[in-house]
């Protein structure tokens, strides 16, 4: 089972997510360079709304047992994509190197409190973002709480800048 379109279920880790076209970052240059660092824009972009594996208190949910609760879910509350926040964000972890923008969706808080209700957990809701660019073009990186955001290097770069201000949500 896998969960509806617009969203994905990665079939490794079980996290859910929402994707975006790759035109909405059409004004974002494809390389940038952070403190010395080379980065590449990414080639899919997407924002994970649910890390499912690499969440402890969620092991012990099946794949299938997810996307079901989820479907549900969304069937009620759809989540979409509302804003891009004017928030870069620098993430260094296991050797990945990453640039991510925060952003806000509907529905969110709603989801984790009914997953938290569903599967007997407490989890923190995990903040909305879109990794944009990395050493590798596929590359992403897990952001499981508010606490782990705000502890991140902000990044201020004038042409990330100017590029969020172009941007159109469909």
């Not at 509806?4 to 970052?25: A, C, D, H, K, T």
């Not at 980065?39 to 092991?59: C, G, I, M, Q, S």
């Not at 299938?64 to 994509?81: K, T, W």
């Amino acid at each position: 089972m896998s969960v509806r379109v617009p969203y994905n279920q990665s079939e490794e880790s079980g996290s859910i997510r929402l994707g975006l076209g790759s035109g909405i970052f059409a004004p974002f240059p494809s390389e940038i360079t952070w403190n010395g660092l080379q980065l590449v824009k990414k080639e899919e972009f997407h924002v994970t709304l649910l890390h499912a594996r690499e969440t402890p208190r969620l092991t012990h949910v099946s794949n299938e047992e997810l996307a079901s609760f989820f479907d549900s879910f969304v069937e009620r509350n759809p989540i979409g994509l509302l804003s891009f926040l004017d928030d870069f964000r620098y993430v260094e972890e296991y050797g990945k190197k990453t640039i991510l923008v925060r952003c806000t969706a509907s529905n969110l808080e709603e989801l984790f409190a009914a997953c938290n209700d569903a599967f007997r957990v407490q989890l923190p809701t995990q903040p909305a973002h879109v990794t944009l660019y990395s050493l590798e073009r596929s590359v992403g990186i897990h952001i499981n709480s508010g606490e782990k955001m705000e502890g991140l290097e902000h990044v201020h770069l004038p042409e990330l800048e100017a590029a969020l201000r172009e941007v159109r949500l469909l």
